[in-house]
C-alpha cells in the first residue's frame, strides 16, 4: 500500500508490482495502467502494443537505500499513414527521454553539486542517495547554466 502510493506520486498511472532488497538499493517493479498512448511525433492515438521491454532509471533513496526503480515500458504502434514513425516507446513526465535519473533526483544532485565541488558531490552522493560520477554531476551543471543562460558553454565545473 506505501509502495504504491510512493510510485503514484511520479505518476498516477503506474501500478506497483513488488520490491526487493539487493545489498544497499530498493529494486522497484511498476507497470503503466494507460491504455491508449498518444504518438509523440502526430498525436495519433494508439492502443496496438508492439511489444514490451523494461526501462530502469535512479530515484530518491528510502530509508537510506539507493532505489532503482523497473518500469515494463511498451511500445505501440502508430496507425497514422502520414506518420513517418511506426511505432514509439511510452514515456514518463518524471523522466527525461532516454535518461536514467528521475527528474527529481537530477534535481537534488544538482542542488548539492553547487555548494561543494563535483568530486565532493560524488561522494557525498554515492553514500547511500546514488551512484553518479564527477563527470556526470560536471554535465548536469553545465546543462542547467545553458538552460538558465540560454545557450550552450565550455565553461567546467570541478
Known amino acids: 500500500m506505501i509502495m504504491d502510493e510512493f510510485i503514484k506520486r511520479l505518476d498516477r498511472n503506474l ?5 526487493e532488497v539487493v545489498e544497499d538499493t530498493y529494486y522497484i517493479y511498476v507497470s503503466s495502467t494507460r491504455k491508449k498512448l498518444n504518438c509523440p511525433h502526430c498525436g495519433q492515438l494508439s492502443e496496438r502494443v508492439h511489444s514490451t ?3 530502469s ?5 528510502i530509508q537510506d537505500k539507493k532505489v532503482i526503480i ?13 506518420c513517418q514513425n511506426t511505432t514509439f516507446a511510452e514515456s ?16 537534488k544532485i544538482i542542488d548539492m553539486s553547487l555548494n561543494v565541488s563535483s568530486v565532493t558531490a560524488s561522494t557525498l552522493l554515492k553514500n547511500g542517495i546514488v551512484n553518479v560520477g564527477k563527470s556526470t554531476i560536471c554535465n548536469m551543471l553545465k ?15 570541478v
Not at 532509471?57 to 533513496?61: A, K, M, R, S, V
Not at 523497473?70 to 502520414?82: E, L, T
Not at 514518463?92 to 534535481?107: T, V
Request: net charge positive; aromatic share 14%.
Open 15 to 19: 501500478r506497483y508490482e513488488k520490491d
Open 53 to 55: 521491454y523494461t526501462r
Open 57 to 61: 532509471f535512479q530515484d530518491l533513496p
Open 70 to 82: 523497473v518500469i515494463k515500458n511498451r511500445k505501440m504502434f502508430c496507425d497514422n499513414p502520414d
Open 92 to 107: 514518463f513526465s518524471f523522466l527525461p527521454p532516454k535518461g536514467k535519473k528521475s527528474k527529481r533526483l537530477i534535481e
Open 143 to 157: 546543462k542547467t547554466k545553458s538552460k538558465i543562460y540560454g545557450k550552450k558553454t565550455s565553461q567546467r565545473f
